[in-house]
């Protein structure tokens, strides 16, 4: 497994914020998938209805989740493919490393997969003498940069053209001194020709799959390089890395769930390639795997069902909600420490790795709701980060001195005349002291606040009194 | 054994047992009727408008179209493209009789070979199985004489399509599947335009591992008639 940096997030922060390189990347690139959503789904009246449409396929699914892989598994079997059910990451990499050592593979190329990074599928192969090859162009350089992606569609969100030409003058010592790379385009025509004869040489590929079809027993993987095709259609052995939770029932629910995939993604109307691997290679086949193996994960999966988090489930990876997020756009992926970046990993992350490692993650949020308004299959996230906020005070994981607040404010709460009181006083107070600057850069007891940015000063009134004032006035917006 | 395991904790965490009889008949059903979910309304048009609209989509997604009347002219328009292109006039053909039956030595310049692709293999002609309008995407279920790595391996895929064969919506295109195959082919890839990454800056650059160019070929009914 990776080593989790969750809980050190605020010190990733304050160094993602002073990281020059990152923030140009940042600046770059989020308001680019904004608007590319935003004019997908101004084209497609039927938006919202395929939006909820596609919430209910997968509350179907999970509601019947135990059904539907069981049919999934027989339709694998009867095509020829094998199933291997695995509880843990552990045994996930087990079997993958013993698929690999039967066949006697030496090297295995990869498509994009967090399934894959979640159990550091990588990690184990090359321990074991097995060379992975990443061959999303994304994951490519983060594997020659020995990174974790930091996002989970564009894995290489944080790099600039620069860092792409470092990091392969460094890994292609065949390059000649006088090779340029001034365009995107140069890198994108060295990466196919180096990424070529892996895709021929190797013995295993290794993809991850955004959906499992029950019907057909058919793994489903969306991209817009090819590399993924290449990976599962060249190499004699084709190995799918799926979490339980990938599942759904048809053909008709699978296509419902991709009409609102690529739109919220990249702002494509549908993927270049979407394909549908059923089983090997077929009688009479011309290519095609021989071997089809699914390696069918838990990891903590199930555990989630019938709790709040179950809506979480319904994920389908589509990275919507960092691309909408201000704190991701302001620290990046890679501050939150593990896998799964943004809304959707301050959500997951917890569920995965324990709220006692990941808790500062679902802190790190304004509740803005943006995330929520985009999400395509519409998960509550800031509620459901509310509920880890409220795990983690159960579970006495949060600063004395945050509870000790905590104490005091809920003291007040609970008597209103009091905090009416108390509060009036302090606004006056503050309002008074901050006239003449309008702003406090230091207060006592709140350096916390005052240490990033200045306190607004109150105007001398209570939202409260004003609400009441306004309500008197019938001027009550 | 993890199987076990894992279906035991799934319907312990639903608070359940394994689904009672007439619920699974119930799933069953779903599985067989396959309901159709909202399905745009875009690509709900006659037959003709429906061939339109999947060529002004594939073109929108940097594919390219010509159009021709009848079987014979596939070999001269296929010949023609490369030409414009300066590509070789050497082709990987998919042993589909369809093709087949095409009169290709009406072009005696043009070499061709019949197979999967090779890794050397700089021109690719596949057969289409069917067209989507909805999103200009094509449908390229694997068969005998139809193999995969046509789809893959060639720097430019030239795809021969039966206008008749364009639908309207991915379901239409999954029902014909299913009648004419019966059971699920090992592959089906749904392709829209020729490959591309965004991984660089975020920047759109076409041609990453896949196919550079993507060339549609589409047969019959023309513009005209």
Redo the contacts between chains.
Sequence with gaps: MHIATSPAFKENASKALSNAGLQK?LA??GP??IARRAAAVAA???FE??RD?ARD?KNHAL?????????YERNVLE?GGKVH???TAD?ARAAVLSICQAAGAKTVTKGKSMIGEEIAINDHLEAHGITPVE????EY?IQLRHELPSHII????H???ED?EEAFRQAHTDLPADRTFHE??D???E??TK??SS??AADVGITGANFLV?????SVIVT????G??TQ??PRIHIVLAS?EKCV?????T??L??VLARSA?G???????????????P?????PEEYHVV?I?NGR??????EFQDMLRCIRCAACMNHCPVYGAVGGHAYGWVYPGPMGSVLTPGLIGVDKAGHLPNASTFCGKCESVCPVRIPLPGLMRHWREREFERHLVPSAVRANLGIWAWFARRPRLYRLATRAAAFGLGLAGRRRGRFSRLPLAAGWTAGRDLPAPEGDTFFARYAREKRSGTLQ | ???D???G???????RG??PAD??AM?RD??QR?????I???SRLPHTQQVDLFVR?VEK?FGTVARVAAPEDVPAAVADYLATQNLPGRIVLA?HDELRAMPWSTRPLLEIRE??AQ?SDLVSVQHGYAGIA??G?LMLP???NR???L???ADTEIVVLRAASVVGA??EA?DRLRAEFG?????????????????????L?L?????RRLHIVLLGESDSA
Aim: some cysteine; overall charge negative.
């Design positions: 990347a770059r690139s680019s998938f497609l009246p039927e209805a395929l449409a396929i509601a019947n989740l135990d059904f539907y892989l069981e049919t095509s059910w695995c509880t045994e061959t999303d162009l994304g350089i564009a894995p290489a969100f790099l600039n053209l792409w995107r385009r890198i994108l025509i990466a196919r990424l070529r895709f021929l029950a019907e057909t027993g058919s817009n390089e090819g590399n095709d290449l259609t060249l339980i029932p048809t053909l008709e629910d296509v419902s991709l009409r990249t494509q109307d549908f993927s270049v390639y979407t394909t549908f691997s059923t089983g090997a290679r077929r009479g086949d011309l290519d095609g069918l838990d199930s555990a989630m069902l019938g709790t | 054994m993890s199987r395991q894992i279906l904790a799934i319907r312990r965490s639903l608070k394994a689904l619920q699974q799933l779903r599985l396959h309901p159709r979910h909202p745009p309304a875009r989509n997604e042993p197979g999967r890794a909805e999103t995407t694997s068969a005998p193999p995969t790595t789809n893959l391996l991915y379901e999954w059971s699920m082919p090992r592959n089906v890839m749904l392709v829209t335009g020729p490959s591309r990454s965004a991984d660089i800056e975020q920047t650059e041609g990453a591992h896949g196919p």
